[in-house]
């Protein structure tokens, strides 16, 4: 008898800070062989100042690369924390830790410009983190499919195709978060996925300046106000809500500005303009299910949307089936993200593709990251 041995197991930190710019979500995973287990999860949140000077940092201003480079080393540090908090409560050094993916922090994303110039642009000084860290950094994962003429986003499809995929079940996972994308994992057929539009991110934005609050708790104020429909199918005429993947998108569209000119011909009332913004993530998420995921069987929902229970109820109406958290296929809702560039990172330090080019339109497959060593 030839005997088999166990795979060795490794450990991976994923960091994802997204569209949201609420904080860092960090995780801890385990892998060995396909198996890939979350171990500890952690969050530092954003100072008000760091928020303030992400959002300015996404428009054109005075000193702006100064300003990004200066960022960069905050965002480093805050990165840094959030792996102490996990080295600290799973009880490992750093020494075992075979590699950080960090994600960065997105300040412009522009996959469509013509004649080869392209980009896409996340800041954290991912050198620095390996310094305040001692643990190898693997960053930057977006910008080589971009180079092979992909949109370099979203990449979490091939993560969830390798975690979430069913033999039997035609599934959609739905990711909201400042941004909402869509994996369709069909049983048979291609894997796709695709940024739908916006997601929570106009919803906060609106709730923070009229309330307060960083977000919408449930959907508890949208649910006091009623849907202004002359605004809601002005939104829906947005341009990139109709074009067909591969498409991605971030706040260089869906921004305040975007959200103030919609607003200049209309006055209504803060909440209702709140249940309109909830509508329109609803209904543009549906619409593209409906369109691009033939014969659903199930959705399941991750990302800080998939707490508010007036969207996921209004997702679930109009797609006409329930939908379940990620936390019944074995991630929870919150961390989907950031084990996702875990996983990344793992594919990187491995040799193996991260992309999936019926996802982003790249010209192929490629390795993504760029390794920072401890």
């Keep these: ?51 303030q000077t992400l959002l300015a940092l996404h428009q054109p201003a005075i000193n702006e690369l100064h300003d990004a480079a200066v960022m960069a080393n905050t965002l480093a540090a805050l990165y840094a924390e959030a792996v102490q908090k996990l080295l600290q409560q799973s009880g490992l050094p750093a020494s075992e830790i075979t590699a950080i993916g960090c994600h960065g922090q997105t300040i412009r994303h522009c996959p469509d410009l013509p004649d080869g110039q392209a ?21 930057d994962f977006r ?13 979490v499809p091939a993560f969830h195709q390798a975690v979430f995929a069913s033999t039997i079940k035609n599934r959609a996972i739905i990711n909201i978060g400042g941004i909402a994308n869509i994996s369709w994992l069909p049983v048979m057929g291609q894997v796709t996925g695709f940024d739908s539009g916006p997601g929570n991110m106009l919803l906060d ?29 002005a939104m829906l005429a947005e341009p990139y809500l109709a074009l067909v993947a591969p498409k991605s998108t971030g706040r260089d569209l869906f921004n305040q500005q975007w959200l ?23 209904l543009s998420i549906a619409d593209a299910i409906t369109r691009f995921c033939p014969n659903l069987d199930e959705a399941y929902v991750c990302g800080g ?31 989907v993200e950031a084990v996702a560039f875990a996983w990344l990172a793992q594919r990187c330090v491995d040799g193996l593709s ?10 192929g497959p490629r390795i993504l990251g760029v390794i920072y060593p401890a």
Aim: hydrophobic share 40%; charged share 15%.
């Design 143 to 155: 910008s080589r499919d971009i180079a092979a003429g992909g949109q370099g986003a979203p990449l």
């Design 305 to 335: 949307g998939a707490h508010n229970g007036l969207l996921v109820t209004r997702l679930s109406a109009l797609l006409g089936c329930a939908i379940e958290p990620t936390d019944q296929l074995g991630v929870e809702v919150d961390w």
């Design 1 to 51: 008898m030839i005997s088999q041995s166990t795979p060795a197991t490794r450990y991976f930190i994923g960091i994802m800070s997204g569209t949201s710019l609420d904080g860092v979500d960090a995780v801890l995973v385990a892998h060995a062989g396909r198996d890939f287990q979350q171990i500890n999860q952690a969050f530092v949140s954003y100072p008000p100042a760091v928020k």
């Design 260 to 282: 103030t000119q919609h607003l200049q011909a209309i006055d209504d009332r803060p909440e209702n303009i709140a249940r309109t913004l909830l509508e329109l993530t609803a």
């Design 354 to 363: 991260g992309n999936m080019p019926a996802v982003t339109g790249a010209t």
């Design 119 to 139: 980009y896409t642009l996340q800041i954290g000084n991912h050198a620095r983190l390996a310094e305040l860290t001692q643990i190898a950094v693997i960053g």
């Design 205 to 233: 934005q609106w709730t923070q300046l009229h309330t307060g609050q960083a977000y919408d708790a449930n959907g508890d104020w949208s649910a006091s106000g009623q849907i202004n429909n002359e605004l809601l199918q």
